[in-house]
């Protein structure tokens, strides 16, 4: 049973076009949810995350939108640039902090 | 500060060989841990270790063994390699739960090949 589910799996977008990456989970007992950004030949690294106490954070460009009823959580990257285009991955931890990973979405912003 | 460090870059092995993956830490962190990455399949969790001396497996911990004899090392051994097992490694540290960040910090990952 995946227990965090990813959409979509690719995104192509327009520079300053705003890409939304979806997350689903299942457990409710999971309580922070982390975004992490990997480049092509790098170890993925964290951009932003949130816990279920609030339904948005905003960090520069990044924001993260948590419903916690619908146990969903989305990405938003305002004003994409060409060196946005990465591989994100959403995941989900409890309480003994072990993260559990989306499969990926593949971020191509376009000039 | 060199972060997350693992060697080798780059491995090609023939099935039955083995072999021994090195992650190395220099933020004092507890907690390690080891996930391959697939195409498509996201990162999944080899085996993890809370403290010198702990191991326990994580979601696909067949065909690996793992060690943390130092605080700031973690080794992920595969006895003998299968194809199956052809995949990026990567290892990641984070401070203990409670230490203020649930940040996990990733090193630059280990391609292992196995024909």
């Known amino acids: 049973q995946q227990q965090v589910k990813q959409s979509p799996q690719s995104l192509i977008v327009q520079k300053g076009g705003i890409p939304i990456i979806n997350c689903a989970y299942e457990?409710?007992?999971?309580?922070?949810f982390p975004w992490y950004q990997q480049f092509p030949g790098k170890g993925p690294a964290l951009l932003i995350a949130?816990?279920?106490?609030?339904s948005e954070k905003k960090e520069g460009r990044f924001t993260i939108s948590f419903n916690k009823s619908a146990k969903q959580f989305s990405l938003h990257i305002m004003d994409s640039q060409p060196g946005d285009s990465a591989t994100y991955f959403c995941?989900?931890?409890?309480?003994?902090?072990?993260?559990?990973f989306g499969k990926g979405t593949k971020l191509s912003v376009k000039p | 500060n060199a972060g997350v460090t693992q060697t080798p870059k780059f491995r090609v092995l023939k099935t039955g060989q083995s072999m021994t993956l090195l992650c190395a830490q220099d933020?004092?962190?507890?907690?390690m841990y080891w996930y391959r990455q697939d195409p498509g399949m996201g990162l999944r969790l080899i085996h993890y270790?809370?403290?010198?001396?702990?191991?326990a497996k994580g979601e696909v911990p067949d065909g690996y063994n793992v060690s943390r004899l130092k605080k700031q090392n973690f080794l992920l051994g595969l006895e003998s390699a299968a194809p199956s097992q052809t995949s990026v490694y990567f290892c990641?540290?984070?401070?203990?739960?409670?230490?203020?960040?649930?940040?996990?910090?990733f090193g630059p990952g280990t391609r292992l090949t196995v024909l």
């Open positions: 270790s809370v403290g010198e001396g702990t191991t």
């Open positions: 933020m004092n962190h507890e907690y």
């Open positions: 995941a989900v931890s409890g309480s003994q902090g072990n993260l559990i």
């Open positions: 457990n409710t007992a999971f309580d922070y």
């Open positions: 949130i816990r279920p106490d609030v």
């Open positions: 990641a540290s984070r401070p203990e739960a409670g230490g203020g960040t649930d940040t996990q910090y």
